[in-house]
């Protein structure tokens, strides 16, 4: 047994690591956010890698400090059931609901809408996430090392051609960096901070830390000291990748603007960056690169739900999860990206602070000494807000009224919970909740074995 891991050993955990949160996707929202805060980039790219990396790097070390073997085990310290609702709504939402079905559409966006006239525009979607999640089904049906090969080379290539295009790009900018749009006008670094929740990777990180923890494990690491340590510098390494390159890209995007126009989302920005600075070939080499880092991503997610769904209610054959997921997949891919990831918001505004939440418990509960009564407590309290969130932005969404009852909500935690309009209103709130429950399960800890010790000293 070992507690240390040679740098080298850390550097490919890490680059692992950054393989496995890097998607195609999570290029199109630092351009977006780039386009959109114009000037007041770098106050809104602050706020998109607290939550794009820096949420991510704080799950793994929750798994790594936790000690449980999934997701489902850590979530079921606050009820089996809900450990088992929780895990099921993070894979369907990193998965067949939003995640999966944006791989076929952001490679559909950057790879192949360039070459397709406006007419053709939705023909071509379907035509194209068709066969696309034809190819990812036949391969979830068939695992093949060809998949992993194909993500080792992809990831490099991709690495290194964004970074000569965002060397290009500081060398020769594209133009000037404008007026920020009205949403990023004025608090661009909370409108970051909610932008960052779009990667998903937080979500994911819960998922994805098992992964690492097993890794390090294979390499005789198996205290849980050893673990954590092990965990965090690997995630250093990968967190400092996912850093430079959003911030390179929101720069890309923020100088885009005058060249190229707003795009409803930053998927076509890289597509006709890359045609501006080395024409058509680069635009090819782009759209091959971004389909096949898309299909490799959504075959993964496809695998990993078909699994955990398997395992959950055995019954039904893993084929058949796939099978479904991959229809699913195809049906909301044909929404269009936009939408995507619109109506993907509400469901991120209540499954984030839980998954915050639940993170923040894990690093905490050797202090309430593990008590269930403790994490359940604050995740109710989690939920109480994170739900009134969703609905509120479920309804701005659609631009219908708020409902009776939902308004008057509204209006009682604006006006009681800080950082409520920023979408924090949950964060002050559970850290109140684990103080006053901690509080009352120490005390009844200590007078429950102060009793004991009085009884059998009576004895």
């Given at each position: 047994?070992?507690?240390?891991?040679?740098?080298?050993?850390?550097?490919?955990?890490?680059?692992?690591?950054?393989?496995?949160?890097?998607?195609?996707?999570?290029?199109?929202?630092?351009?977006?956010?780039?386009?959109?805060?114009?000037?007041?980039?770098?106050?809104?790219?602050?706020?998109?890698?607290?939550?794009?990396?820096?949420?991510?790097?704080?799950?793994?070390?929750?798994?790594?400090?936790?000690?449980?073997?999934?997701?489902?085990?850590?979530?079921?310290?606050?009820?089996?059931?809900?450990?088992?609702?929780?895990?099921?709504?993070?894979?369907?939402?990193?998965?067949?609901?939003?995640?999966?079905?944006?791989?076929?559409?952001?490679?559909?966006?950057?790879?192949?809408a360039p070459f397709v006239g406006d007419g053709f525009g939705q023909v071509g979607l379907i035509l194209f996430t068709c066969v696309f999640f034809i190819v990812t089904l036949w391969f979830s049906l068939n695992p093949a090392k060809i998949v992993d090969n194909v993500g080792k080379i992809l990831s490099p290539g991709i690495i290194i051609?964004?970074?000569?295009?965002?060397?290009?790009?500081?060398?020769?900018?594209?133009?000037?960096?404008?007026?920020?749009?009205?949403?990023?006008?004025?608090?661009?670094?909370?409108?970051?901070?909610?932008?960052?929740?779009?990667?998903?990777?937080?979500?994911?990180?819960?998922?994805?830390?098992?992964?690492?923890?097993?890794?390090?494990?294979?390499?005789?690491?198996?205290?849980?000291?050893?673990?954590?340590?092990?965990?965090?510098?690997?995630?250093?390494?990968?967190?400092?990748?996912?850093?430079?390159?959003?911030?390179?890209?929101?720069?890309?995007?923020?100088?885009?603007?005058?060249?190229?126009?707003?795009?409803?989302?930053?998927?076509?920005?890289?597509?006709?960056?890359?045609?501006?600075?080395?024409?058509?070939?680069?635009?090819?080499?782009?759209?091959?690169?971004?389909?096949?880092?898309?299909?490799?991503?959504?075959i993964g997610l496809m695998t990993a739900c078909g699994e955990y769904f398997h395992t959950l209610f055995p019954k039904l054959s893993y084929n058949m999860w796939v099978v479904f997921f991959s229809l699913v997949s195809f049906v909301v891919a044909n929404f269009g990206l936009s939408n995507i990831i619109h109506f993907s918001i509400p469901?991120?505004?209540?499954?984030?602070?839980?998954?915050?939440?639940?993170?923040?418990?894990?690093?905490?509960?050797?202090?309430?000494?593990?008590?269930?009564?403790?994490?359940?407590?604050?995740?109710?309290?989690?939920?109480?807000?994170?739900?009134?969130?969703?609905?509120?932005?479920?309804?701005?969404?659609?631009?219908?009224?708020?409902?009776?009852?939902?308004?008057?909500?509204?209006?009682?935690?604006?006006?009681?919970?800080?950082?409520?309009?920023?979408?924090?209103?949950?964060?002050?709130?559970?850290?109140?909740?684990?103080?006053?429950?901690?509080?009352?399960?120490?005390?009844?800890?200590?007078?429950?074995?102060?009793?004991?010790?009085?009884?059998?000293?009576?004895?």
């Open positions: 047994m070992q507690n240390k891991l040679p740098f080298s050993r850390y550097f490919i955990i890490g680059v692992m690591l950054f393989a496995l949160f890097f998607g195609a996707g999570n290029l199109i929202f630092p351009a977006g956010l780039g386009q959109k805060a114009g000037s007041n980039i770098w106050m809104a790219v602050g706020g998109f890698l607290i939550t794009g990396i820096g949420l991510p790097f704080l799950g793994i070390l929750a798994m790594g400090f936790s000690g449980s073997k999934n997701l489902q085990e850590l979530a079921g310290r606050i009820h089996p059931l809900y450990g088992m609702i929780f895990t099921s709504l993070l894979y369907l939402t990193i998965g067949p609901f939003f995640a999966a079905p944006r791989t076929g559409a952001v490679a559909y966006d950057i790879g192949i051609l964004i970074l000569v295009l965002l060397v290009m790009v500081i060398v020769k900018p594209l133009g000037s960096i404008g007026a920020p749009q009205e949403s990023y006008a004025n608090g661009a670094f909370m409108k970051g901070l909610l932008e960052g929740y779009n990667t998903m990777d937080a979500l994911a990180s819960l998922v994805f830390g098992i992964i690492v923890i097993n890794v390090i494990r294979s390499m005789g690491v198996t205290s849980t000291r050893g673990i954590l340590s092990a965990s965090a510098k690997s995630g250093i390494v990968a967190i400092i990748f996912l850093g430079i390159i959003y911030v390179g890209i929101a720069y890309l995007g923020a100088t885009s603007t005058e060249a190229f126009g707003l795009f409803d989302t930053g998927g076509q920005v890289l597509g006709k960056a890359a045609s501006y600075y080395f024409g058509s070939l680069g635009t090819v080499m782009l759209s091959i690169i971004i389909i096949l880092a898309c299909l490799t991503t959504s469901v991120l505004m209540l499954l984030y602070p839980l998954a915050v939440a639940l993170m923040l418990l894990t690093f905490l509960s050797k202090l309430f000494k593990h008590s269930r009564f403790v994490y359940a407590a604050a995740t109710t309290v989690t939920f109480m807000i994170s739900l009134i969130d969703s609905l509120k932005t479920f309804c701005q969404l659609l631009e219908i009224e708020y409902f009776g009852w939902l308004k008057s909500i509204i209006s009682f935690y604006e006006k009681t919970l800080p950082l409520y309009n920023d979408g924090l209103g949950w964060l002050l709130p559970v850290f109140i909740a684990i103080l006053i429950t901690g509080v009352i399960v120490r005390v009844q800890n200590f007078t429950a074995l102060r009793l004991k010790n009085k009884t059998e000293g009576t004895l």
